[in-house]
């Protein structure tokens, strides 16, 4: 089946750095990604999403690049906090006929340091 | 705020065991999903459906079966647990025609 993989299972960074969180789709055809924080003991939350037909889009201290040539995936995460510390996850949406199913990735672990 | 309710936290059920994991949501969303969580692996799409009494095989359904009798209930059934199925469950629904997927909490089961 199709899959949808990150490159590093987990990512250690300084506080107040910025973070790059990476992705590799295998889909051409999905036209629909998010990102998603998992925090421990918690379900994945929401944090961004974007359209195939776009190559970026900005949240609130997030940003999500998306390389459709390369079918590669990125999330920015700026000024890094504490809060920030979790598993992070990247989807694909695979529409199955009657409704779009999301893939996800393997999840890269984000660790802040003080 | 969306409200993605499983039943229980943790879950701890002998071999052989038919078990019943039930999530509810409060939003009328149309779309609801069973993902189940494992080390390593992320989240693999179990059986996920579209609309009541529908339901479509995600990407391991063996071993599984699901129940939607009412829009805001989705029920996950083992069968006959193995301790292979031994992980953390995860409930999500979504409106139709909109791909953000809310999850639940998750249900932590283990088969002994």
């Known amino acids: 089946g199709e899959s949808v993989g990150l490159h590093l299972p987990t990512l250690s960074v300084q506080e107040g750095d910025n973070s790059i969180i990476n992705c590799a789709y295998s889909?051409?055809?999905?036209?629909?990604f998010i990102w998603y924080k998992q925090e421990s003991g918690k379900g994945p939350q929401f944090i961004i999403d974007?359209?195939?037909?776009?190559d970026k889009r900005q949240g609130q201290r997030v940003t999500v690049l998306l390389n459709k040539t390369v079918k590669h995936l990125s999330l920015q995460i700026a000024a890094t906090q504490p809060g920030d510390s979790a598993v992070y996850f990247c989807a694909e949406n695979i529409w199955d006929g009657n409704t779009g199913k999301l893939i996800f990735g393997q999840g890269t672990t984000l660790q802040v340091k003080p | 705020d969306v409200k993605v309710t499983q039943s229980s936290r943790y879950l701890v059920k002998r071999t052989g065991e038919k078990v019943f994991l039930e999530c509810v949501q409060d939003?009328?969303?149309?779309?609801m999903f069973w993902y189940r969580q494992d080390p390593g692996l992320g989240l693999r799409l179990i059986y996920f459906?579209?609309?009541?009494?529908?339901?479509e095989k995600g990407d391991i359904p063996e071993g599984y079966s699901v129940s939607r009798e009412k829009k805001e209930r989705f029920s996950l059934i083992l069968e006959s647990a193995s301790t292979n199925q031994t992980s953390m469950y995860l409930c999500?629904?979504?409106?139709?025609?909109?791909?953000?997927?809310?999850f639940g909490q998750g249900t932590r089961l283990t088969v002994v």
């Open positions: 939003m009328d969303h149309e779309n």
């Open positions: 974007i359209r195939s037909n776009m």
């Open positions: 889909n051409s055809a999905s036209d629909y």
């Open positions: 459906s579209y609309d009541v009494k529908m339901k």
């Open positions: 999500a629904s979504s409106f139709s025609g909109r791909r953000e997927a809310f």
